[in-house]
Each structure stands twice: as structure tokens, then as C-alpha cells.
């Protein structure tokens, strides 16, 4: 059974490298705007194996390691002040709905920006939804103003109310890139502030980062040196029982 | 191994960033600046298993997916475009301008750049210029015999000539507004250009059309902030650090992979 031990230090080599992939993406994104981080979950899994009831000791099942899930790390994000009147800072579980091409989609990076038209849009210019859809804001307009529960008012008036949402399983959302979330049935946001002026910055902690880095370059390795070993058992083993006494 | 790779965009995000926050603090005593500030977007996500594809026929499903990230992409440089503070200057041709607007220039090629920087000059032949020597849109001559220039809060350009009581009236500032003002093109010496994302200009009256009022005998600082700029440039630079920090990481498991026999 020699092989399966550097199989399974394979596998588990193999979930390492995804890892790393992972924590390189948390690092990468430190300074990017409502960026959580994410998790890799492993699993055990075990491999039936050959079995007799006739030997004195039953055969130990395999276990191999699966990377079979990243879980979002949505805890909030430090919040700083930025002085911008259409940076808005989400505190709580809600996020901000806007429109893409592909159909609506969630995001918790709240530095927004104005369209030449005057339509309120996030930094790759999609429009931000508010609950009766895009909101715009006249060419006369000063002074936007926006509550703790979204709703915006300027010199001309009430402009409506952003949309929050939040998710009874946040979990199931998919990431697109750009900030942006996918998926899963939206609610209303309850309890969920918006802080005009701020924004609220990425959740990722390098200390955290940086340490797992290290315990994951160290399993490696330890991986690594299994399967040489490993590599050297059976060598010898070759070498012993190949040697025929003529 | 996308690690390598993922933490190169980091490195290189941060490095732009520098650059946005150091262009900042050169331009801290620049007369009209507005800072700008490095956004930043996730790359796409390549999704190993899907949150919620099914495990069972008995329609049990994934809780959450397996996705793994490819890095980050610096996605815009913004200006923000607060109100600086206003220092007194006492000098007669420094204006601020206090509310949303810019003054308009008008380029020797013939295009219109708007600024927010109000140190004017007087040409030889006694045109309002700005300090690179651009003439003002629309423009103010103000004749040598003119004494003391007094410029109101609603744009009204007036001088006392030849010695008289009464003060002539020379002309009258206006102001631009943009519906998006970040959308604004720099192009240096304190200038803006209109670009498709900014909107068109609306010229207004200074304190009517809401373009904002003048003020004379100050000029508006840049809207800097060191203490900020500071404590974004120290974590910008930890940021940085960390990133090669995970690049010589992923390069040390490569080498324990290239190193078994």
C-alpha cells in the first residue's frame, strides 16, 4: 500500500495549492472596497478499500483530503471616512443592489459614483437600484443626503430610498468579480445602516493571511517530504527483494 | 498554482496606489487640488463546484460553492471633489470659488478647460489670465488705467478708472458645473477637461443656478489630507509587503515540489 500513501499525500499537496490560491486572492484584495474574504473547507475522503474477513486485522480505510467548499468570511469590514457625499458604508448584513446587463446583482462596495446623466452608479458603472429602480439626480441638484435607513434626499427633495438586501443564506451567493455577487432570493434589509461619507474596507486581515501562508507552506512541505520518503521506502524495498541470491 | 500570479496583481494594485496617494501628497499646497483615491475590484472567480448543484437524488445540494479568485484590478482613480479650505491671500485678483463650480479657460488650441484654481494674473494688455497665462472664458480686460478691481460674490468684475468715484463695471465671471464632476479628464496645470462620462458643462452666474459664490482675496487649498494620505500610504505599503511575502511563499512550495525524487 506504499502508493497510497503518496497518493494521498498527493491529494492533500493538491488542496495546499488551492489554498494558496485562495489566501494569494484574500491578500491580493486587502485594500479592495467591501471585499470578504474567503475560507477553504476541507473534507476527509475515505476510499473503500479490499475487504476480507479473513485477515487476523481488517484493512484500514483511505482517507484522501477534498477541498469541497469555500465558505465567505461576511463579517464587516473596517469603516473609514472619505468625505466623498457618494461613499456609502453598509453596517450590517445587507447589501446594495445594482443592475448589470446580466439581471440584478449584490454588492457591498459602497463608493458610487454619478453617470453624465446624473444616474447614481457603482464603479464599474452599473446603475444602483433603489426600490423603484435606478435613481437619478438632476443637473440643479446640491447637496445629496443620504439617511441611515438609504433613503436620499437632495435640495429638490426626497430621490426615494436605496434598495438593501439581505439573504437568509449568504453563504449560497456566487462571486462574478467586480465586487459583485450572484444568486440567492433577496429580502429586505432589516437592521442594516447606511454611513454616508464612508466606506467600508476590505474584511481581510493580513495577520490572519500571513499566518496561514506560513501553515500552509509548512503542510506542504511536510506533504512534500512524506511522498519523498515515501519514494525511498519502496525503493529500498525494490532493492531488498529484488536482490536474488544466485 | 495561481498564487504567484493572484499575488502579482496584488503587488501591482499597490503600486498603483502609491502612485495615486504620492501624486496626492506632492500636490498638498497645489492651489485648487483634488485628491484622488485608487478603487479596487475582484477579478473573476473560477467556480470548482457550484453553491448549490446537487450531491443526491434525493436532491441534497452543496451548501456553498468552491470558488477560487484570481486577484484584483485597480479599477478607478476618482477625484474626490470636496470643498477645500479657503486661505486669505489679500490679493485683489485671487478668487475662491465656495459651491460646485469651476471657472472656464480657454486653451490656445481652442478647446475650454475648467479649473478650480482662482490665482489670476493680468496680461500685458490687461486680460484676466490664470497663472499658466490662459485667458479667462469669457474673457475681462481691464484697463491699465484701472486702480483697485473688486470682484463681488456674484461674479461682478468692477475697477475704478482714472481716478473716479464711481466703479466701472469690466465684466462678469462664470462658472461650470457637471452633473458628475469626478468624471472630469486632469490635464495638468491645474486644468480639467470635459469628457462624455462628466456631462456637459452648465455655465451659471456665480451664487444663482447653483454654481456656488466667489470669494476675493482667497484661494481654495487642495483638498488633502496628510494624516489620511499618511495612514493610507503606510497600508498601502504593508499591503504590498504582504503580497511578496505570499509570491516567495508559493515559490518555496514549487521548489519543495521540484526538490522530490
Known amino acids: ?246 | 498554482m495561481k498564487a504567484l500570479y493572484i499575488a502579482s496583481t496584488g503587488m501591482s494594485a499597490q503600486e498603483r496606489n502609491v502612485e495615486v496617494i504620492s501624486n496626492n501628497i506632492a500636490n498638498m499646497r497645489t492651489t485648487g487640488f483634488k485628491k484622488a483615491r485608487a478603487e479596487f475590484e475582484d477579478l473573476l472567480y473560477q467556480q470548482v463546484t457550484r453553491a448549490g448543484s446537487s450531491t443526491s437524488d434525493q436532491g441534497n445540494m452543496v451548501p456553498a460553492g468552491l470558488e477560487i479568485g484570481s486577484g484584483v484590478r485597480t479599477v478607478s482613480t476618482p477625484r474626490v471633489m470636496s470643498q477645500g479650505s479657503v486661505n486669505m491671500t489679500e490679493r485683489e485678483l485671487d478668487v475662491a470659488v465656495r459651491g460646485e463650480g469651476f471657472f472656464m479657460v480657454q486653451l490656445p488650441d481652442g478647446r475650454t478647460a475648467y479649473t478650480r484654481d482662482g490665482s489670476f494674473e493680468r496680461s500685458p494688455e490687461g486680460e484676466l489670465v490664470t497663472s499658466t497665462g490662459y485667458t479667462i472664458d469669457p474673457g475681462i480686460n481691464i484697463p491699465g488705467t484701472a486702480t483697485s478691481v473688486a470682484i463681488s460674490p456674484d461674479g461682478m468684475v468692477s475697477a475704478y478708472l482714472n481716478n473716479e468715484s464711481v466703479p466701472t463695471q469690466m465684466g462678469q465671471l462664470q462658472l461650470a458645473r457637471f452633473v458628475n464632476k469626478s468624471g472630469l479628464e486632469s490635464l495638468g496645470d491645474n486644468l480639467f477637461l470635459e469628457t462624455a462620462a462628466s456631462g456637459p458643462a452648465q455655465v451659471g452666474v456665480p451664487n444663482a443656478d447653483g454654481v456656488g459664490n466667489l470669494l476675493q482675496g482667497y484661494l481654495e487649498m487642495s483638498n488633502v489630507n496628510s494624516v489620511t494620505e499618511i495612514a493610507d500610504l503606510i497600508a498601502a505599503q504593508r499591503a504590498y509587503e504582504m503580497n511578496a511575502r505570499v509570491i516567495s511563499g508559493a515559490d518555496e512550495m514549487m521548489q519543495s515540489t521540484s526538490q522530490l525524487r
Request: charged share 20%; hydrophobic share 40%; proline share 4%.
Open chain 1, 1 to 246: 500500500m506504499i502508493e497510497n500513501a503518496q497518493l494521498i499525500s498527493l491529494s492533500r499537496q493538491i488542496a495546499l495549492q488551492r489554498q494558496t490560491d485562495v489566501v494569494a486572492n484574500n491578500m491580493a484584495n486587502i485594500n479592495t472596497t467591501g471585499f470578504k474574504g474567503e475560507q477553504v473547507l476541507f473534507e476527509e475522503y475515505v476510499m473503500p478499500v479490499a475487504r476480507d474477513r479473513d485477515f487476523p486485522r481488517l484493512d484500514q480505510p483511505l482517507s484522501y483530503v477534498q477541498d469541497w467548499a469555500t465558505i465567505h468570511d461576511l463579517s464587516g469590514g473596517a469603516m473609514v471616512q472619505t468625505g466623498s457625499e457618494l461613499d456609502v458604508g453598509l453596517n450590517g448584513d445587507g447589501f446594495f443592489a445594482v443592475q448589470t446587463p446580466a439581471g440584478e446583482r449584490w454588492t457591498k462596495a459602497g463608493s458610487f459614483q454619478l453617470s453624465a446623466n446624473g444616474t447614481l452608479v457603482d464603479a464599474s458603472g452599473n446603475p444602483v437600484l433603489g426600490e423603484g429602480g435606478p435613481i437619478q439626480f438632476g443637473p440643479e441638484e446640491t447637496g445629496i443626503l443620504i439617511a441611515s435607513d438609504g433613503s436620499i434626499s437632495t435640495s429638490a427633495g426626497q430621490k426615494g430610498r436605496l434598495r438593501l438586501v439581505e439573504f437568509t443564506d449568504p453563504q449560497a451567493l456566487t462571486r462574478e468579480g467586480n465586487n459583485l455577487w450572484a444568486g440567492g432570493t433577496p429580502a429586505a434589509a432589516t437592521g442594516t445602516r447606511a454611513m454616508q461619507g464612508f466606506v467600508e474596507k476590505s474584511n481581510v486581515s493580513g495577520v490572519a493571511e500571513m499566518a496561514e501562508m506560513i501553515r500552509v507552506q509548512r503542510a506542504y512541505e511536510s506533504a512534500a517530504s512524506l511522498a519523498s520518503k515515501q519514494d525511498e521506502l519502496r525503493r529500498s524495498a525494490i532493492q531488498r527483494l529484488g536482490d536474488t541470491n544466485a
